[in-house]
């Protein structure tokens, strides 16, 4: 299995073709104050997999800060890998919509992703307060 998308984003769609529509990927977000409240994002998925890992897969997605508490309950599924014809690999596209994302304090997070019980790849979000500007002379 390869992970070939795994992105934070503003919006993710899969349309009845498979293919994956992506808005506004991130890994930054800023905020006056804590806690942090996110009203609306989405994680986009792209996985390769070879013949071999035809089937049925269990996924979670675990969002931890830098202690490796959970900040929302994680996100266990399952999806299907199906091979069309004589293809070699087959890929899953998944958009897994986030609404009130909720960050108790600034400070870096990771988005974990596990097939299976294995682990496969994190991203990073990285969550400050405003960078004030400072005019210049």
Partial sequence: MHVEIFTLCDA?????????????????????????VHMQCALALK?????IEEGQ????????????????QPLDGTTEVRFQDQDSTSTVSMALGIQQL???????????LAIDGRHEASIPLFVKPPVSSTPLT
């Avoid at 992506?22 to 942090?36: K, T």
């Avoid at 996985?47 to 013949?51: G, I």
């Avoid at 909720?102 to 974990?112: A, Q, R, V």
């Fill in 102 to 112: 909720k960050l108790p304090k600034f400070g870096e997070y990771s988005i974990d």
């Fill in 47 to 51: 996985l390769r997999f070879a013949r």
């Fill in 57 to 72: 897969k269990r996924f979670r997605l675990a969002f931890v800060d830098s202690d490796g508490k959970a900040v929302m």
């Fill in 12 to 36: 993710a769609t899969v349309d009845a073709a498979g293919k994956l529509n992506i808005l506004g990927s991130f890994d930054r977000l800023s905020a006056a104050s804590e806690p942090i």
